[in-house]
């Protein structure tokens, strides 16, 4: 019997996140031969993405875009994905591991009395079924789980699936009504804080800081290698808590847990709490004065010496890099 | 002001995770309120002392948890409740179905929780309580102030701060930042000793079989692989600049 996967897009700053192109490969990978996968982007002003996301190989993708859908409401935004489950009757379905994606899935698991996977990292078949494997413990420990529910509900970790490219594949374009807004709770006002670069969770290149870049002026150099590998700039709490950048850019147990391509961990010194947020980096680097720094036995590449003096090093090299094979 | 906090008791953040016969070893460890769980306290005790009315901590675990509940009647709130769970399978529908039976039978104003436990990290629980008593909710926030019976609260939305508006009753999941959760004081000890700490069985909440159904199961659990020992870059700083990035392209393959 062939089974029907849904995957819940979103967008950020008017482009499909990453992580949605993650999600179909994740989906790919839980689904077997003639399985159907299909999309749903909410939305409000979203028809550039729906070209994009069609072009995934999904066999139909449904929109529902409209102004009451422009800034995340949990009532709003589960009943218009109920309202697309109803019709779709799915299997599966898959989100990312977002701020939307958190608050999302278990309203939609409990609306549907379904299972739901948190977190995933990594998805195998065994036994004729998919195996999800997701950190715990703060990544000290994977725990591999099954579904008992049809259906059931997955959220991937961004940065652990490969993107799902484009394919021939036509897709059907199903658009719906918008649901009624919520009475019960609305959002009065957003403060932008985030950096609108490149999204912490998402980013493959993450530059962090801690107390030993010693204030503002330091992660101005920070900044500037991110740029140059087209990354983000991340910090320790230490960091924050000393004023030295916003608390959006925190990483660490309490912050965002981040699993970039490459982590490169500035005058950190590697509070457990700090290594909760970033130890399932693929690549870690380590640039601290101290060489006793706990942060060493987590890294992959060690350099001893001022942060000050190395990091514009680094960004000069990886300038010179990339420009060469451009 | 009736309030209700969700209260999980964890590991401590320090503790190192040890497999024994497969599974996670609990010996020796030091359990401590769920960190997130805490801001939650802190918050609901904030808000009594504001508007009087009545804190309950209410947890659903095995019986070393009573001593998470007692801790959190030592910073202030004045009951607790432990249902205790030996038969209630580890999955957030489960356990959420047990809280929803047990809330229904109370009355309340707001409902607190962690934004999520940081030994599962799956951060469902509470969302999908608010979902099964039909409450609005608002996860991860930062700040709250109540007026007229609306709750204005401040949301981190991947840093994004969203002002939000809730009507009351309502369930709110507490972000790092709400507030500095505060120590118990030795008075405050002594007097947890003597607060009411009721414990229930799942008979004393008529849940059915079905209410218990794991939505997920555990199948193994697994230690990340041994870490290969650092590779530190030696002599002058230019150069470990440069060979640091020919490792990245050509060692690692990650640029």
């Not at chain 1, 009395?113 to 998805?123: E, K, L, P, R």
């Not at chain 1, 036509?170 to 719906?176: A, F, K, N, T």
């Not at chain 1, 030295?244 to 961990?265: F, H, L, N, R, W």
Request: with cysteine.
């Amino acid at each position: 019997m062939n089974q029907t996967f849904l995957i819940v897009a979103e967008t950020r700053e008017g482009r499909l996140r990453q992580v949605v192109y993650e999600a179909l490969t994740a989906a790919a990978l839980s689904a077997g031969e003639g399985d159907r996968k299909i999309g749903v982007l909410l939305g409000s002003g979203v028809e550039m993405q729906v070209i994009e996301l069609a072009a995934c190989g999904l066999d139909q993708l449904y929109v529902i875009d409209d102004p009451s859908l422009h800034t995340y409401n949990p009532d709003t935004w589960s009943n218009a994905l109920l309202a697309v489950i109803e019709q779709v009757k799915p299997d599966a379905i898959f989100l990312g591991h977002t701020a939307i994606g958190r608050d999302l899935a278990p309203l939609i698991s409990a609306s549907l009395n379904a299972g739901q996977i948190s977190d995933v990292t990594d998805i195998r078949q065994a036994d004729g079924r998919p195996v999800f494997t997701r950190p715990i413990y703060a990544g000290k420990a994977f725990e591999q789980r099954v579904a008992n529910t049809r259906p059931y509900v997955v959220t991937i970790r961004p940065n652990n699936f490969q993107a799902a490219g484009p394919t021939n594949q036509s897709c059907e374009i199903v658009r719906l009504a918008p649901p009624a807004p919520s009475l019960r709770s609305f959002v009065k006002d957003v403060l932008k804080k985030a950096s609108s670069k490149v999204d912490l969770t998402e980013a493959k290149y993450i530059v962090s800081g801690g107390r030993g870049v010693r204030g503002a002026e330091g992660f101005r150099l920070l900044e500037e290698l991110a740029d140059v590998l087209g990354g983000a700039v991340g910090a320790s709490r230490g960091a924050c808590d000393a004023g030295y950048c916003d608390y959006s850019m925190q990483i660490g147990q309490t912050g965002k847990v981040v699993t970039p391509e490459v982590y490169i961990a500035c005058g950190i010194s590697g509070a457990i709490q700090h290594l909760a947020g970033m130890s399932n980096s693929r690549v870690i680097i380590a640039i601290n004065t101290d060489p006793e720094a706990p942060i060493f036995r987590v890294a992959h590449y060690g350099i001893v010496g001022d942060l000050f003096q190395v990091v514009p090093l680094l960004t000069e090299e990886f300038r010179k890099l990339l420009a060469s094979q451009s | 002001m009736n309030i209700f906090v969700l209260l999980k008791q964890t590991f401590d953040t320090e503790e190192r995770i040890v497999l024994r016969d497969g599974v996670i070893s609990e010996d020796g460890v030091k359990f401590v309120i769920n960190p997130y769980d805490e801001f939650a306290v802190e918050q609901a005790i904030q808000l009594r002392d504001e508007f009087g009315g009545k804190v309950t901590v209410v947890s659903v675990g095995p019986d070393r948890a009573s001593e998470a509940l007692r801790t959190a009647l030592a910073m202030g709130a004045d009951e607790a409740v432990l249902i205790r769970g030996e038969r209630i399978p580890a999955d957030e529908a489960a356990v959420s179905r047990v809280l929803a039976a047990y809330l229904r039978q109370q009355s309340f104003d707001l409902i607190l929780g962690g934004y999520f436990s940081i030994d599962q990290v799956a951060g469902q629980v509470a969302v999908r309580l608010a979902k099964l008593l039909d409450l609005p909710h608002t996860s991860a926030i930062t700040g709250m102030k109540l007026e007229d019976g609306r709750a204005i609260v401040t949301r981190d939305a991947e840093g994004d701060q969203e002002i939000v508006e809730v009507a009351l009753p309502a369930l709110f999941t507490a972000q790092q930042g709400l507030n500095e959760p505060r120590y118990p004081s030795l008075q405050g000890i002594m007097k947890a000793k003597k607060k009411p700490l009721a414990t229930l069985s799942l008979d004393d909440l008529g849940l059915t079989a079905e209410a218990l159904e794991a939505g997920t199961s555990r199948i193994s659990v697994s230690l990340p692989p041994e870490r290969a020992e650092v590779r530190m870059i030696k002599g002058e700083l230019r150069d470990q600049a440069a060979e640091l990035v020919q490792l990245l392209r050509h060692e690692a393959k990650v640029i």
